[in-house]
T-cell receptor
């Protein structure tokens, strides 16, 4: 299995609802990041949470990190149709340099 | 530049041909990464440069793949004797320090 596995693989919700995506990883990390990718485009960084942090907020985004369970969650509140994209978690592992990405969650927000 | 620039955006080639993909990182970013992404998958690490040197090339799948960054800025990913399985989007990213990566739009390679 890959370092960084998201679930669910796909999520479909209505505009205004909250969307929660989860990520699990296997090895120790220095930090965990979440990225977003619109279809056919490059990845865009959303938020970084360090291993000594438990929760972080950025606008409508809330990220939690549980290093004892080696898991993280990304919550998008009050979703909009423009939030439709794939969301990936990425971990740096012991090296602290290369990022390893998960398979992603495909989020569809229906207007 | 304003962002990471990758050329070409699309490349169609025949099996067995040689291909070069170019990445122009954000000015001043010392770290440069190459990833490969297949349809419906997450990006797969290929190689990481710190300055001119390859700090980690453990993700290159075999010796047909090679990357250079001779002056510590622009990087070229080179693929020899292309195979159909090499078809993917090749993503380049740069960063100023360990942390947030800035990605380009990718080069879509199709090997017929």
């Amino acid at each position: 299995s890959q370092q960084g596995e998201e679930d669910p693989q796909a999520l479909s919700i209505q505009e205004g609802e909250n969307a929660t995506m989860n990520c699990s990883y296997k090895t120790s990390i220095n930090n965990l990041q979440w990225y977003r990718q619109n279809s056919g485009r490059g990845l865009v960084h959303l938020i970084l949470i360090r291993s000594n942090e438990r929760e972080k907020h950025s606008g409508r985004l809330r990220v939690t990190l549980d290093t004892s369970k080696k898991s993280s969650s990304l919550l998008i509140t009050a979703s909009r149709a423009a939030d439709t994209a794939s969301y990936f978690c990425a971990t740096d592992g012991a090296s602290g340099s290369r990022l390893t990405f998960g398979e992603g969650t495909q989020l569809t927000v229906n207007p | 530049g304003a962002g990471v620039s990758q050329t070409p955006s699309n490349k169609v080639t025949e099996k067995g041909k040689y291909v070069e993909l170019r990445c122009d990182p954000i000015s001043g970013h010392t770290a440069l990464y190459w990833y490969r992404q297949s349809l419906g998958q997450g990006p797969e690490f290929l190689i990481y440069f710190q300055g001119t040197g390859a700090a980690d090339d453990s993700g290159l799948p075999n010796d047909r793949f090679f990357a250079v960054r001779p002056e510590g800025s622009v990087s070229t990913l080179k693929i020899q004797r292309t195979e159909r399985g090499d078809s993917a989007v090749y993503l380049c990213a740069s960063s100023l320090q360990i942390g947030e990566l800035f990605f380009g739009e990718g080069s879509r390679l199709t090997v017929l």
